[in-house]
């Protein structure tokens, strides 16, 4: 009995740890971003020459900020859920451009649909390195006073949607 | 097979243009990498030297420094504008984890969310050790030597023969 407490217990804390493993995504490196405020950028909108946006103008709204690039084809597979959601109305849904040619991230609009209230176009990447992206797509969820609260790496699905970032939007805007 | 000359200078011929595409493509890929930081070797070794100490997060297990990624060379960039305005390495180091996290440091700080990955390994190795010197040490005390008497051991010595007797 005493002789075979100790190397189950071993045996327990190693499984533990394993099965803990499991469940361990390594390839979504948390961002250290959320729950503080979203890096400060001006760029130019996609397709509307002349006009920029700032972070300062999204302020006292609750918005999701979606990475995407025409050359990505991950985010051709999260079109469709990125097209549904700005269908509800339920949150204003901005596009930061990364690392395109406008005239190819247009055409791609063109062809998918559009769902962006508007687009910032970060033609050298500087405003991605600055929100953390590492990967295309990335969707931010960004409160009233302009802080980062979620992040969802990799292409969004119905169900991310459904189960984390709208219940979280509504908690946001109520 | 090897004495048909013509077969042996078609093969050669054959090595020799794959070689040269390679040495061709290999020099195409370190010419475009180094671009960028090639106009100061010293500015680049500072470079690379922050670099290497750094994760590339698209491929995980490469450093900053071995990565070919679009993003890592975005990222070296970076890190040489900021080294020419001024910066210093561990300014460099901090708005690096600013955006990506303790994750891409190969040398994490010491936090209470690390302190398992700096200390695990030595209080495992610890563990192991009293355990080891525990278990010698019971079975140690388990079995006693035991020294027998003259009778005892003529009547081992009888008990081991009468055994092997009557084969």
């Known amino acids: ?63 999701l900020l979606n990475v995407w ?70 969707t931010f969820v960004i409160d009233k006073a302009g802080v980062v609260r979620h992040k969802v790496i990799g292409p969004l699905t119905p169900e991310t949607l459904r189960d984390t970032v709208m219940p979280l939007v509504r908690r946001l805007d109520g | 097979m090897a004495e048909d000359p013509t077969w042996g200078h078609g093969w050669r011929t054959a090595c020799c243009l794959v070689a040269l595409t390679l040495c061709g493509l290999c020099n195409g890929v370190r010419a475009r990498e180094a671009q960028p930081l090639v106009a100061d070797p010293e500015m680049q070794a500072r470079v690379m030297a922050i670099a290497a100490e750094l994760r590339c997060l698209v491929c995980q297990n490469e450093t900053l420094a071995a990565s070919q990624s679009a993003l890592a060379l975005d990222l070296r960039k970076q890190i040489e504008q900021q080294l020419t305005r001024g910066a210093s390495a561990q300014q460099v180091r901090d708005y690096m984890v600013e955006r990506y996290g303790q994750f891409v440091l190969y040398r994490p700080a010491l936090h209470a969310s690390t302190v398992l990955l700096w200390f695990g390994p030595f209080a495992l190795l610890a563990g192991v050790l009293v355990g080891g010197w525990r278990m010698l040490r019971r079975s140690a005390q388990a079995a006693p030597e035991v020294a027998l008497s003259d009778a005892e051991h003529e009547r081992a010595r009888r008990l081991l023969r009468a055994a092997a007797g009557p084969r």
């Not at chain 1, 099965?19 to 961002?31: D, F, H, I, Q, Y």
């Not at chain 1, 985010?75 to 040619?101: F, M, Q, W």
């Open chain 1, 1 to 63: 009995m005493k002789r075979t407490t100790l190397p189950l217990l071993v045996f327990g804390v190693l499984v533990a740890f394993m099965a803990a493993g499991l469940t361990l995504r390594p390839t979504e490196v948390p961002s250290p971003l959320v729950g503080k405020a979203a890096p400060p950028f001006t760029l130019p909108l996609l397709g509307a020459p002349g006009r920029t946006l700032s972070a300062s103008d999204l302020r006292g709204k609750v918005w």
């Open chain 1, 69 to 138: 690039a025409s050359w990505c084809v991950a985010c051709r597979l999260e079109h469709p859920t990125v097209l549904d959601a700005a269908k509800s109305g339920a949150v204003p849904i901005y596009g930061l451009n990364y690392k395109d040619k406008p005239a190819d991230a247009l055409r791609w609009l063109g062809r998918f649909g559009d769902p962006y209230v508007a687009s910032l176009s970060d033609v050298d990447g500087l405003v991605g390195i600055d929100f953390g992206v590492y990967g295309v797509p990335e």
